[in-house]
Nanobody, 123 residues
C-alpha cells in the first residue's frame, strides 16, 4: 500500500531552521516533491527534482531550502534554513509513480500525498 508519512514540522523563530522528513511506504518513488499551503492561499511547489535528479526550487525557497532523497530508505527531506514568517504553512510531501513528469511544481503531476505537517515561523 502507498503511504507517505511526514514529520519534523513545528515552530521556529525567524532565521531559524527546521528539517522535514517524508517516509514513503509501499514502494520507492522516483519523483517526489514538497509543496506548501499557507492560510488563504493555494498549494504551491516548494522543491522537487529534475529528470537528471538535480534539485529544483521555487524562487522563495532557493538559497534557503535544500531537498534531498534517501533512496535506500525511501525518505524525502527538506532542510529549511533562514526561515521567515511567510514560510508559515502546512507542508506536504508528494509522490508520483510515473516514469517522468512534465513540471515538478504542478500538483496534478503527483498521485500520492502526505498528511501535511504544520510549520509556523514567528518574528
Amino acid at each position: 500500500q502507498v503511504q507517505l508519512v511526514e514529520s519534523g514540522g513545528g515552530s521556529a523563530q525567524s532565521g531559524g531552521s527546521l528539517r522535514l522528513s517524508c517516509v514513503a511506504s509501499g514502494r520507492n518513488y522516483r519523483y517526489m516533491a514538497w509543496f506548501r499551503q499557507a492560510p488563504g492561499k493555494g498549494r504551491e511547489g516548494v522543491a522537487g527534482f529534475r529528470p537528471d535528479r538535480s534539485a529544483e526550487y521555487a524562487g522563495f525557497a532557493a538559497g534557503r531550502f535544500t531537498i534531498t532523497k534517501d533512496n535506500v530508505e525511501s525518505t524525502l527531506f527538506l532542510q529549511m534554513n533562514s526561515l521567515k514568517p511567510e514560510d508559515t504553512a502546512i507542508y506536504y510531501c508528494a509522490a508520483s509513480p510515473r516514469w517522468a513528469i512534465v513540471a515538478w511544481s504542478d500538483p496534478s503531476e503527483y498521485t500520492y500525498w502526505g498528511q501535511g505537517t504544520q510549520v509556523t515561523v514567528s518574528s
